[in-house]
């Protein structure tokens, strides 16, 4: 998703260390590099593997196929191989069963994998699907741009799902010290009227949240919002499978690199990495989580909670 110019509005977050990290042992060599990107986005990962490895071969998926629409002419002009796909990176088997080139019997296998994960600030801001408490827009939260009548979208989750497993998803997913008493209010609040939009969201959420417990700096919203959208779209499910699919589709040698914003996320992504090292299938590049620096933190606020982690199949 970009705005109207089709310029994306995200910022690439440890563009360098994880493009540097994912290629620093496979530069030599003839070899043709095939790269995953799992989570296209506004492209910047992607078109930096592009610019800094002419000849590589970009696959890209994301869920949202918004994100490709203008992006596709930008590698066009730099002549760079790369294809697009509206999937999860949970399917990256399917993906690459269609895509690569080889006999059926043949592996196929990428050099490299790079996973950055949540949001772009595209869809946060522009996507109208309710994924922002500072827009009126209707309660969806897929990454999806068109979700099915099978897909669960935000407004499920809110008027349908019972009091306990809302109650679980908002401090389970967003470590929402007030979950109980924000389950009990949506409940209550549904009874009267359906909760529709954001706002409405939003506006059951202030009510609820007494105002000795809104001090924090955080709006008393966030946590709630990104609980229910860790939930809409399984993140947690997708990002556990992508990685064991992932692992198995890297070629010896080949690496990847996954960005996480959210402890639930990285604890997944350390856990995994630690056990195929444990096992003798991978050595870890970086044994403790790579972080922003400063001079990015100030330009991107976003970068204060990502955490990048490398890891190399032997
Ligand atoms: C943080 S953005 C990626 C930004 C990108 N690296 C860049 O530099 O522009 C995350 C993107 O991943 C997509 N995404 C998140 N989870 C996904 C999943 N399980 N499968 C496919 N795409 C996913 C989102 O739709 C979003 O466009």
New binding site residues.
């Given amino acids: ?1 970009t705005n109207t110019e089709g310029v ?1 509005r ?1 910022k ?2 440890l ?1 360098n260390e994880a493009i540097e990290g994912l290629f620093a042992p496979q530069k030599a060599g003839n070899e043709k590099l095939i790269v995953v ?11 930096e593997i592009c610019k800094k490895n002419p000849g590589v071969k970009i696959i890209a ?4 196929k918004g ?1 490709f629409i203008k992006a596709k002419s930008k590698f066009k002009e730099l002549g760079c191989d790369i294809s697009f796909h509206e ?4 399917n990256l088997d399917k993906v690459l069963g269609a895509e690569l080139p080889f006999g059926s019997s043949a592996p196929k296998t990428v050099n490299g994998i ?1 996973l ?5 600030s ?2 946060l801001q522009s996507s109208g699907r309710g994924f922002s408490f500072m827009r009126d827009e209707p309660l969806i939260m897929t ?1 999806k741009e068109n979700p099915t009548p099978s897909d669960v979208t935000a407004y499920e989750v809110v008027n349908t799902w019972g009091e306990e497993s809302l109650a679980d998803v908002i401090y389970g997913y967003g470590e929402e010290r007030q979950a109980r008493r924000i389950a009990g209010a949506i409940a209550k609040a549904r009874k009267k009227q359906e909760i529709k939009t954001t706002f409405d969201l939003v506006k059951v959420i202030e009510e609820a949240i007494p105002a000795r417990f809104r001090k924090s700096k955080i709006h008393c919203a966030t946590k709630t919002f990104q609980a229910i959208r860790i939930a809409v ?1 399984d ?1 947690l499910g ?2 556990s499978e ?1 990685l064991e699919k992932g692992f198995q589709t890297l070629k010896e040698g080949g690496r990847m690199s996954v ?1 996480s914003f959210h402890s639930l996320e990285d604890r997944i992504v350390k856990r995994f990495f630690k056990k195929q090292a444990n096992e003798k299938k991978a050595i870890l590049i970086s044994k403790k989580p790579i972080t922003a620096g400063k001079e990015e933190i100030k330009n991107n606020s976003r970068a204060r909670s990502a955490k990048l982690r490398i890891i190399q199949k032997i």
Avoid: C, K, P
């Fill in positions: 998703m994306t995200h690439t977050v563009l990107d799992g989570t296209f986005g506004g492209g910047g990962h992607s078109l998926l994301d869920q949202d994100v999937a999860n990176f949970r790079i950055d994960l949540g949001l772009s595209d869809q990454m779209n993140e997708a990002l992508g960005i």
